[in-house]
């Protein structure tokens, strides 16, 4: 596809479970950032992937969060021992490489996956 | 931390109205972005400004960007029930990441 793809749209699970969140960027793009957005909140950065550089993980809540980007296209953000506060939506973006329209970061995002911890 | 904040956070108005919403922060950035967003989406970006005291038209929308560049505005003319949705303005320090407001939801109404 085109756009920015995210699985599952939804997942439900409970108190204590680990969760996998994928999130395939757009073809080409070498930034890839993962966000959180509770009901009433805007989007608190969570990592950001540029190209083969360490991920900038500084947004992180806890260590119960990870991500991993392979091969510089497909990143899995995974929560651990998920807790009640953890539900969100967990958006995933992605930028094109500066100089070829992603000098100002502009960022295209998925359709986000509906966490509800039980 | 640099802190963006929009007001109003929410907006309801009748279609045919003018409105106008902000975001100020006290830091300057280098750039800014509005994003729009409807339920169960992500994002969709709008409009990038760059350059202080800036204006951009993208049809009945026009996005201002403060002489200071730490502030931003939205106008937009004869809102359609189509402009509903959550507007987000978010400002990059340099070239990696960004800062989002918390936006402000805009609802029209036929």
């Known amino acids: 596809g085109a756009g920015v793809s995210q699985s599952p749209s939804n997942k439900v699970t409970e108190k204590g479970k680990d969760v996998e969140l994928r999130c395939d960027p757009i073809?080409?793009?070498?930034?890839l950032y993962w966000y959180r957005q509770s009901l009433g909140q805007g989007l608190e950065f969570l990592i950001y992937?540029?190209?083969?550089?360490?991920?900038?993980k500084s947004g992180l809540p806890s260590d119960r969060f990870s991500a991993e980007r392979t091969g510089g296209s497909v990143s899995t953000l995974t929560i651990q021992r998920t807790q009640q506060e953890d539900s969100a939506v967990y958006l995933c973006a992605s930028s094109p490489p500066g100089g070829s329209g992603g000098t100002y970061n502009e960022q295209f995002f998925g359709p986000g996956t509906r966490l509800t911890v039980l | 931390t640099q802190l963006l904040e929009q007001s109003p956070q929410f907006l309801s108005i009748q279609e045919g109205e003018n409105l106008t919403v902000y975001c100020n922060s006290s830091s300057v950035f280098s750039s800014l972005q509005w994003y729009r967003q409807e339920p169960g989406e992500g994002p969709v970006l709008l409009v990038t400004v760059v350059t202080g005291g800036e204006v951009k038209k993208l049809k009945r929308l026009t996005f201002q960007f403060g002489d200071a560049r730490k502030d931003s505005s939205l106008h937009i003319t004869a809102a359609q029930p189509g402009d509903t949705g959550l507007y987000l303005c978010?400002?990059?320090?340099?070239?990696?990441?960004?800062?989002f407001g918390k936006g402000t939801m805009l609802l029209v109404s036929p």
């Open positions: 073809s080409g793009h070498t930034a």
């Open positions: 992937f540029q190209g083969n550089s360490a991920p900038d």
């Open positions: 978010a400002g990059s320090p340099g070239y990696s990441t960004l800062t």
